[in-house]
């Protein structure tokens, strides 16, 4: 599961079974579909999103990623929301 919170009060954004995630050099591509108004919330608070992911067969471990530059962007023509983070913590909940 996937989850786009804000950094702030952690209201949540979004959450999704489908997405994709792969390294990309020293980040990671994080994407994954929404629809418009959801793209323009995230685009709106690019600089303040925290995306966690965990594993359906792991739910004792947390992913966090995050863009420090809000390097973030929506492809309109296949509703897909791409994020590329550069900061990535594993840890047990």
């Known amino acids: ?6 950094t702030v009060g952690s209201r949540l954004f979004c959450e999704t079974t489908e997405y994709e995630i792969k ?3 020293n980040s990671w591509e ?15 608070f690019r600089d303040e999103l925290n ?11 947390k992913t966090w990623f995050y863009s420090s530059e ?11 929301y791409i994020i590329l983070a550069d900061r990535k913590t594993v840890y047990p909940v």
């Open 1 to 6: 599961m996937l989850y786009v919170r804000h």
């Open 23 to 25: 390294p990309v050099e």
């Open 30 to 44: 994080i994407s994954f579909k929404v629809d418009q108004e959801t793209a323009n919330t995230l685009l709106k």
């Open 51 to 61: 995306i966690f992911y965990v594993e359906e067969n792991n739910q004792n471990q």
């Open 70 to 80: 809000g390097d973030v962007r929506f492809v309109e023509d296949e509703g897909k």
